[in-house]
C-alpha cells in the first residue's frame, strides 16, 4: 500500500516568495489533515478537510497561509509570502474519518525560507 | 480547549531498565493514541486506545488509558537502544476528527 505522499521533501526558498507544498492520501481515506512541526511549539494542526471540505482552519497562521483540495487524492499547502518564521517541517496525514483507524502521517516537506 | 500533557519530556535511562510515560489530558476523549517518532523522520503510529481500561502491548512497549483519570501511561519494559526515539500522545475530542497532541517525550536508551 503507498502511504501517504508529499513532495517536495525539502525546500529551500527566499523570504517573499511563494511556497507551494502538495499531498497525496492514501487511497480511500477521506480526511485529509495539515502539520507543521517546530522545535518550539512542537506538533500543531493547522488545517483539516473532511470529504475534500475544509473543517478546522482555526491553526493556520494568518492569512499568507492557505490550503485547498481540489479532489480526493491531492491537496496543496501554500504560503505567500514566505518568511522566515515559516522554516518548520510540515506534515499531511490521512485516515478514514468516524473510523478507529489512526491518522497515517506522510514523511514530511522540510522548509526552510532565508 | 483540549490540552495534553506527557511527562517526562526527556528521559534517559540504561538498557535493562523500565519506565513509564504519562500523558494527562484536559477534557473527555473517546479516542487515544500513541505514535512514535525518529530523528528526522514522520510519525509512526504505536497504538489506538479506544475505552477505559484499554491496554494493548507490543513488543516492549504496553499502553494504557483510564478515562475517569484522563490519563494514559506508555510502559517501557527492559528498555533497548532501538526504542530510542519521541513519543507522543494525542487525544481525540467528542467531536470532530481533530487530534491534540502532547509535547512528546524524547526518550534516549544508554547501552
Known amino acids: 500500500d503507498a502511504g501517504v505522499i508529499q513532495s517536495p521533501r525539502h525546500e529551500v526558498t527566499e523570504m517573499g516568495q511563494e511556497v507551494t507544498l502538495r499531498c497525496k492520501p492514501i487511497s480511500g481515506h477521506n480526511s485529509l489533515f495539515w502539520y507543521r512541526q517546530t522545535m518550539m511549539r512542537g506538533l500543531e494542526l493547522l488545517i483539516y478537510f473532511n470529504n475534500n471540505v475544509p473543517i478546522d482552519d482555526s491553526g493556520m497562521p494568518e492569512d499568507r497561509f492557505s490550503a485547498k483540495m481540489p479532489n480526493a487524492s491531492f491537496s496543496t499547502l501554500k504560503i505567500q509570502p514566505s518568511e522566515p518564521r515559516d522554516s518548520a517541517v510540515y506534515f499531511c496525514a490521512s485516515n478514514r474519518d468516524r473510523s478507529n483507524q489512526p491518522q497515517h502521517f506522510g514523511d514530511g516537506t522540510r522548509l526552510s525560507i532565508l | ?111
Request: net charge neutral; glycine share 8%.
Open chain 2, 1 to 111: 480547549e483540549l490540552k495534553v500533557e506527557q511527562n517526562p519530556l526527556f528521559l534517559s535511562m540504561q538498557e535493562g531498565k523500565n519506565y513509564t510515560i504519562y500523558c494527562n489530558y484536559s477534557t473527555t476523549s473517546d479516542r487515544l493514541y500513541w505514535y512514535r517518532q525518529d530523528p528526522g523522520k514522520s510519525l509512526e503510529s504505536l497504538f489506538v486506545l479506544l475505552s477505559n481500561g484499554a491496554v494493548k502491548q507490543e513488543g516492549r512497549l504496553m499502553a494504557s488509558l483510564d478515562t475517569k483519570a484522563r490519563l494514559s501511561t506508555l510502559h517501557i519494559t527492559a528498555a533497548v537502544h532501538d526504542l530510542s526515539a519521541t513519543y507522543f500522545c494525542a487525544v481525540r475530542g467528542t467531536s470532530g476528527s481533530r487530534l491534540t497532541f502532547g509535547e512528546g517525550t524524547q526518550l534516549t536508551v544508554n547501552p
